[in-house]
């Protein structure tokens, strides 16, 4: 039986949705240094062309939501965007940060080409507001505490202020303590609305909390993407990293750098057979 299909749309010089192929957003979680972005946003350059596909790249210049006050956050705005120009620049690729108010929302939406909202805000009016009153294309992560339906308000939000340009990204739902678990059911319902979905494949095999560092199972990254390209979704979000043990945010469920074109390309062949099919 073929995917239930939402609307084609114009998405920087293609189209997503509907039987389009899905679009990439991908990068290390946190800017560590520009020596890693370099190294990561060539390789995610390099499969944007090969498979012919919208990718992102994408790295946060401020993680705000850590679990210990003395957790590594990043560069801060000013430096970490100027960073995120440069590769732009560089690797000619669009980039994509978080931002974590209205005012972080219309800085970054002079320098990014996409802006995401981190899950436990998606329910901030404001920044959601201020986030789609840039023009930009806007990536909401669904909370984890958020019904597929409660989407549409996000997106009625969009619409209230004349904007479309929304996708909703999402990560799996808390189930229990220092658990998450993602119903497929969710990317169907969420598409039968309309809505242009994304699958958060990193974040979806965390394990928050449970201390001062939340925890993760990298290795269910692969099984979560591919069920998901079988549901049909219109882009896909997976964090990697040159060496994931090392990193400085997510150390356990960013998937490894190496494996990303591997891994993008087997989605992508069963994305074309669940679309064309």
């Given amino acids: 039986m073929p995917v239930m299909e939402n609307s084609e749309v114009n998405f920087f010089g293609k189209k997503i949705g509907g039987g389009q192929p899905f679009f990439l957003i991908s990068g290390p979680c946190v800017i560590e240094s520009m020596e890693l972005l370099e190294s990561s946003a060539k390789v995610v350059a390099d499969i944007g062309r090969e498979l012919d596909i919208v990718v992102f790249f994408k790295s946060s210049y401020d993680k705000a939501n850590r679990s210990s006050a003395d957790s590594f956050r990043g560069p801060g ?14 690797y000619n690729i669009p980039v994509l940060t978080d931002v974590h108010s209205p005012e972080e929302a219309e800085i970054a939406g002079d320098s990014v080409d996409m802006i995401q909202i981190p899950a436990f805000l998606s329910r901030q009016t404001d920044l959601i507001l201020a986030a789609a009153r840039t023009g930009k294309w806007v990536n909401v992560k669904k909370g984890q505490f958020m019904a597929p339906g409660d989407a549409m308000q996000i997106v009625d939000k969009f619409r209230s202020v004349g904007s479309d340009k929304i996708t909703i990204c999402e990560r799996g739902y808390t189930f229990g303590y220092n658990n998450l678990v993602v119903d ?27 201390g001062k560092t939340s925890g993760g199972e990298r290795e269910m990254a692969f099984p979560i993407a591919r069920a998901a ?30 494996l990303l074109p591997a891994t993008v390309r087997e989605l992508y062949a069963i994305d074309r057979l669940v679309k064309n099919g």
Avoid: C, Y
Avoid at 81 to 89: C, G
Avoid at 252 to 257: A, D, I, V
């Fill in 77 to 90: 705005i000013e430096k970490g965007l100027a960073m995120l120009r440069e590769i732009s620049k560089k």
């Fill in 229 to 258: 390209a079988a549901v049909g979704v219109d882009g896909f979000f997976m964090e990697a990293h040159p060496n994931p043990p090392s990193a400085r945010s997510d150390a356990t469920n960013q998937m490894e750098l190496r």
């Fill in 184 to 210: 497929m059911r969710s990317l169907e319902m969420m598409r039968r609305e309309g809505i242009h979905v994304v699958m958060d494949v990193t974040h979806a095999t965390q394990l928050p909390g449970g």
